[in-house]
């Protein structure tokens, strides 16, 4: 019962991540490369938190920003 509840808090959370748009896109070729590169390292930092065991933490503020 506690593993399928983290799989399901850990699939929110990446669901979350993947699909959070980025806030600041800009139009140049060179802006949305450097853009989609700190939104992918972005993306990876979270991840490496919820993979540390920080994920709760991570879900709470996430659900709070909703």
Do not use: P, W
Not at 43 to 53: K, R, T
Request: charged fraction near 30%; include cysteine.
């Amino acid at each position: 019962m506690v593993e399928d509840q983290v799989d399901c808090l850990s699939y929110v959370n990446l669901n979350g991540l993947v699909t959070k748009q980025n806030q600041n896109k800009q139009k140049s070729s060179k802006t949305d490369s450097n853009s989609r590169f700190n939104e992918s390292k972005r993306i990876l930092n979270e991840i490496a938190q919820l993979v540390s065991g920080d994920s709760e933490d991570v879900f709470h503020d996430r659900m709070e920003q909703l």
